[in-house]
């Protein structure tokens, strides 16, 4: 997955930021109907909205490309390859 791809994904709504969703208590990385922790400890108990507000796009982008630029980095954050796969078909094909 490349960091473009991942920007375009969260320009178009594909990729969003939840307080708490699918079984996600803090911050996570919705895509689809399933969700992900990707924030490092200081980052993960800030809202949503704080998120946004205190990070560029580019340093999300940065975030959400050392979990998902290959399935090895996903695995590294819980996610197995069925669920990687499952991103990157959402992301590239769904729009």
């Known amino acids: 997955m ?17 307080d708490s969703y699918g079984g996600c208590i803090e911050l996570c990385c919705r895509i689809g109907e399933n969700a992900f922790y990707f924030a490092s400890p200081d980052v993960c108990y800030l809202s949503k909205d704080q998120f946004l507000a205190k990070y560029s796009m ?11 630029e290959n399935e090895q980095s996903a695995e590294r954050y819980g996610i197995n390859v069925d669920e990687f796969s499952y991103y990157e078909f959402l992301i590239n094909y769904i729009r």
């Open 2 to 18: 490349t960091k473009e791809m991942i920007k375009k994904g969260i320009q178009e709504g594909t990729i969003s930021f939840e």
């Open 58 to 68: 580019s340093e999300i982008v940065d975030m959400l490309f050392a979990v998902l």
